[in-house]
């Protein structure tokens, strides 16, 4: 088999949170086609099985576990138990996500943190938990998953939009924190993706606010994509796996759009 589909992550151990579905699947098995062994981190436990039994067909040791990402003991748990089944932790992929739409009026205290706690504060936590793992090899690959939102706002989701704000500076200071030690920080920012579960929510709720059908919605967002298609779970994979291997290794601290060219800065 070839370099790139082999050996980029070969003897590597890696965390993907969220994994059990949708983006987080596509890019468990990004990295598990590239030779790492997979920790499968969800807090749904027959998706993690699910998609652990997925790796263990490509070969690869894949541990399916309970996660809560805004349970910082769940967070602790996950980074010992990396450590004690592969007896190493070379990369993290900050992917759990969440949403909440509706206008700016309709944003309650309890949607907001909920949106912040999932999507930003345990990107942090997260981190925290496998830095001192990381620290002591003086190696290490933080990819964590932002958005086009947070750089452009949102009208609908305007929580979503700030905690992707937030996971972008927090990648910034991690990219400094860690770079003294060989770690690298750095996330994407994918734009449309019509295949998951989100999406579908997004579709249905902006959809009901603004009026019009979900197609009619699908139909404008793909007419703003400049390359005329809709952007993959695969996509965005590919380009963690980039970021997750050493074939980055001079790259820190960015924010890398994979968008289709809606967002070009």
């Not at 070839?2 to 949170?17: M, P």
């Not at 890019?27 to 749904?44: H, P, S």
């Not at 796996?241 to 001079?250: K, N, P, V």
Request: charged share 20%; net charge negative.
């Amino acid at each position: 088999m070839s370099r790139e589909t082999t050996v980029d992550l070969e003897g590597q151990a890696a965390i993907v949170t969220g994994a059990g579905r949708g983006i987080g699947r596509s890019i468990a098995l990004e990295l598990a086609t590239l030779g790492a062994d997979i920790v499968v981190a969800d807090v749904i436990d027959d998706n993690a099985e699910q998609v652990a039994e997925e790796i263990h067909a490509l070969g690869r040791q894949a541990i399916p576990i309970h996660v809560d990402v805004t349970a910082r003991n769940d967070l602790n748990a996950m980074a010992a138990k990396a450590m004690s089944e592969f007896g190493r932790l070379d990369v993290l992929i900050n992917n759990a996500g969440v949403n909440w739409f509706g206008p700016v009026l309709e944003v309650t205290e309890e949607s907001w943190d909920f949106v912040m706690d999932v999507n930003a504060k345990a990107v942090f936590f997260a981190s925290q938990a496998v830095l001192p793992h990381m620290m002591a090899a003086k190696r290490g690959s933080i990819v964590s998953l932002a958005s086009m939102a947070g750089k452009l706002g949102s009208t609908y989701s305007v929580a979503y939009a700030a905690s992707k704000a937030a996971v972008i500076s927090i990648t910034r200071s991690l990219a400094l924190s860690g770079a003294p030690f060989g770690i690298r920080a750095n996330c994407v920012c994918p734009g449309y993706i019509h295949s998951t579960d989100m999406w579908r929510q997004v579709e249905v709720g902006v959809s009901s606010v603004i009026g019009g059908s979900p197609e009619e919605l699908n139909q404008q967002r793909l007419a703003q994509i400049p390359l005329g298609r809709w952007e993959t779970t695969e996509d965005v994979a590919k380009l963690i796996g980039f970021l997750a291997s050493d074939r980055s290794w001079y790259i820190t601290g960015e924010d890398v759009n994979v968008s289709g060219g809606l967002v070009m800065h």
